[in-house]
């Protein structure tokens, strides 16, 4: 139950927060976004919740990134968001950018999944009523489904934004000839993509060897990066084992037989050239998405205010030497 009456801060876009563009577009998104992936769903006390979501929109976090099944349990991180929305957020809604997606698995059945035109809308709409929105700001499909047309699935995307149900399009995790189809359909259909969601983070250069950065900047779409710690490993989390009740230590979205001793001696080498910066191994891997200037936002995830702001010094100092960008690329290339 909320009781308090929330009131934002008065200095939250004067707190050292920067506003990116996305592409060719009128997006202006935080260096930094809240992401909801895990600990914001039914599992999670609505009060702490609360409590982060309303202390990043004080820091100047205006871009809040959901999905349909996001939680955990499916749709919980949505309707713990709607909650928060109706009680605190709703005067503010003009300030903030919310997203969410559709393209993985949502309830059972055929179209509970992957990239048809009837699971799209029918997913928005459900997460529309979740969250107590009219429209989300953005609307992405959340993978390229090799089984239905992309025709019907970037239709969808273009009807979607022409019913006012969502004000921009963009794809996540798309391939490169996948997601030159979808710039080149939504461009000619007058909804062009303005964002593409990737991982991407010191270990996993997918999007560099791929030419989806470039793509993306051709096509006049931002670049919004999630997994920028890698799940944990970028921190100081690991450094010295795995602590209990650690993403490894459960063995879910990180494996625990994923911190080989190699992996290891790397994290600790990259450890100690942040060190070197005066920055945490999390700060430094956050600052390295950001230098690049085709870098919309990282989407960061938090357990705690603590994490949080932590997370945030890492905006204070995005630029690198010569010499330090080497030395990391000769550690993860």
């Known amino acids: 139950m909320i009781n308090t009456v929330y009131s934002a801060d008065e200095g939250r876009y004067s707190s050292g927060m920067k ?37 990043a929109f004080d ?4 871009h809040f990134d959901l999905a349909n099944n996001y939680g955990p349990s499916y749709g919980s991180a949505e309707a713990t968001f709607g909650q928060i929305m109706q009680a605190d957020l709703r005067p503010y809604r003009d300030e903030l950018f919310i997203s969410t997606k559709a ?14 035109r009837k699971y799209l809308i029918s997913s928005l709409d459900q ?8 429209y989300v700001d953005i609307f992405y499909s959340h993978r390229y489904d090799p089984d239905t047309p992309l025709e019907e699935t970037m239709q969808a995307l273009v009807d979607i934004v022409r019913s006012g149900k969502a004000l921009y399009a963009g794809i996540s995790n798309y391939p490169y000839d996948a997601a030159a189809f979808a710039y080149s359909y939504l461009r000619e259909h007058n909804v062009p993509c ?23 900047a051709k096509n006049g779409s931002g670049l919004i990066v999630f997994s920028p710690l ?24 990180l494996k625990k037989d994923s911190l080989t001793p190699e992996l290891l001696e790397k994290l600790e080498k990259l450890n100690h050239i942040a ?15 950001l230098r690049d200037s085709m870098v919309t936002s990282v989407i960061v995830g938090a357990s705690s205010i ?4 932590n997370n945030l010094l890492s905006i204070r100092n995005t630029r690198f030497s010569d010499e330090e960008i080497e030395l990391i690329n000769v550690l993860t290339r």
Request: glycine letters at 12%; proline letters at 5%.
């Open 306 to 309: 603590e994490q949080l702001d």
């Open 194 to 216: 303005l964002l593409h969601q990737l991982k991407y983070n010191i270990l996993h250069r997918n999007p560099e060897d791929e030419g989806l950065i470039r793509q993306a």
């Open 127 to 134: 997460s529309l009523k979740r969250m107590h929105l009219d």
């Open 19 to 55: 506003y990116c563009r996305s592409g060719r577009s009128g997006i202006m998104l935080p260096e930094i976004s809240l992401g909801l992936w895990q600990n914001f769903g039914d599992t999670s006390p609505l009060s702490r919740s609360r409590e982060m979501i309303l202390h």
């Open 103 to 116: 393209g993985y698995d949502m309830w059972p059945g055929p179209y509970g999944d992957k990239g048809s």
């Open 275 to 289: 060190g070197e910066r005066g920055q945490t191994l999390a700060q430094m891997a956050l600052a390295w998405v």
């Open 59 to 62: 820091k100047g976090i205006c």
């Open 230 to 253: 890698a799940q944990g490993l970028l921190t100081d989390r690991y450094l010295n084992g795995i602590p209990a009740g650690s993403r490894a230590s459960r063995d879910f979205s």
